[in-house]
């Protein structure tokens, strides 16, 4: 698949996120993401340079109701970070803090 024309994407570097289609894609290879991790991406791509905690991550993605462990969001970005690939060290864990997407 190809990254389909849209005026809703959101770039860094050889990510992008196409927000009408919901994809994912490094370069021009489709990347396939849970819900979460397309959350989760396209949180990073809108703050990318700007380090943003776990409970920041927790509240954008999972919602105030969510219960569970600020740990949860390590485990998804582990994840996100395997399915991008190389391009997934763009994100940057900022120790004791939370994570960052470089720039490219």
Same mark, same amino acid.
């Given at each position: 698949?190809?990254?389909?024309k849209s005026k809703?994407?959101?770039?860094?570097?050889?990510?992008s996120f196409d927000?009408?289609?919901?994809?994912?894609?490094?370069?021009?290879?489709?990347?396939?993401?849970?819900?979460?991790?397309?959350?989760l991406l396209a949180?990073?791509?809108?703050?990318?340079?700007?380090?943003?905690?776990?409970?920041?991550?927790?509240?954008?993605?999972?919602?105030?109701? $969510?219960?569970?462990?600020?740990?949860?969001?390590?485990?998804?970005?582990?994840?996100?970070?395997?399915?991008?690939?190389?391009?997934?060290?763009?994100?940057?864990?900022?120790?004791?803090?939370? $994570?960052?997407?470089?720039?490219?």
């Amino acid at each position: 698949m190809h990254l389909v024309k849209s005026k809703n994407i959101l770039k860094n570097g050889r990510i992008s996120f196409d927000l009408e289609g919901c994809q994912a894609f490094v370069g021009k290879k489709r990347v396939n993401l849970t819900s979460t991790e397309i959350n989760l991406l396209a949180a990073f791509l809108k703050n990318r340079g700007e380090t943003v905690s776990r409970e920041e991550l927790l509240r954008a993605v999972w919602g105030d109701s $969510y219960r569970g462990t600020s740990r949860t969001v390590d485990t998804h970005i582990h994840r996100l970070r395997s399915k991008l690939g190389t391009a997934g060290r763009r994100i940057r864990t900022i120790r004791s803090i939370g $994570y960052r997407l470089d720039g490219p």
